[in-house]
T-cell receptor
């Protein structure tokens, strides 16, 4: 197992364009998380999947953001009509957790996808 | 709402020194606490996970302690090396199924 993979590692786009990030979690993990991190800050939670179900979304996730996890495997995070304020590192993490519990289990992160909006 | 504070924000030490990083959290009803390391421009690497029933956890030169009742955790790094230079982040469950992170301690170990 190679850990959590994210693609692309870097994305530069012009304001107003759409971007999509992909995350491949550790294969046996049923939980997948997206976080956003800006310079000098800790990661901020965006959304969480248990298998294919999106169970929690942050208020940070405006209607321009959408995330999917078809078939409970890889996940995509799409940002429509990007704004300069969307520039950040987008981090994906996965863990194994028992359904119905609030325990997160140990999270493993990918290398992140850095977005720059010009 | 869970809030996490890490002190100090930055730390510079000579190689070989033992050091302690501090993490405090406001809501002590946590399942676990996790320490991470982050190198510049990279993702987070999990260092230690302490369950709420544990008081400490060790991995090599790293030792993390947890005092739930006081809302505190410490990460002890023994015999620091230049390769330990990174930002260290602690995280606790913040309600629901998400982690709440501190802003980290930026560590520099000098030769």
């Amino acid at each position: 197992d190679t850990g959590v993979s994210q693609d692309p590692r870097h994305k530069i786009t012009k304001r107003g364009q759409n971007v999509t990030f992909r995350c491949d979690p550790i294969s046996e993990h049923n939980r997948l998380y997206w976080y956003r991190q800006t310079l000098g800050q800790g990661p901020e939670f965006l959304t969480y999947f248990q298998n294919e179900a999106q169970l929690e979304k942050s208020r940070l996730l405006s209607d321009r953001f959408s995330a999917e996890r078809p078939k409970g495997s890889f996940s995509t995070l799409e940002i429509q009509r990007t704004e300069q304020g969307d520039s950040a590192m987008y981090l994906c993490a996965s863990s194994f957790g028992t359904a119905g519990t609030g325990a997160t289990g140990e999270l493993f992160f990918g290398e992140g996808s850095r977005l720059t909006v010009l | 709402k869970q809030e996490v504070t890490q002190i100090p924000a930055a730390l510079s030490v000579p190689e070989g020194e033992n050091l302690v990083l501090n993490c405090s959290f406001t809501d002590s009803a946590i399942y676990n606490l996790q320490w991470f390391r982050q190198d510049p421009g990279k993702g987070l690497t999990s260092l230690l996970l302490i369950q709420s029933s544990q008081r400490e956890q060790t991995s090599g030169r790293l030792n993390a302690s947890l005092d739930k009742s006081s809302g505190r955790s410490t990460l002890y790094i023994a015999a620091s090396q230049p390769g330990d230079s990174a930002t260290y982040l602690c995280a606790v469950p913040g309600g629901g199924n998400k982690l709440t992170f501190g802003t980290g301690t930026q560590l520099k170990v000098e030769l």
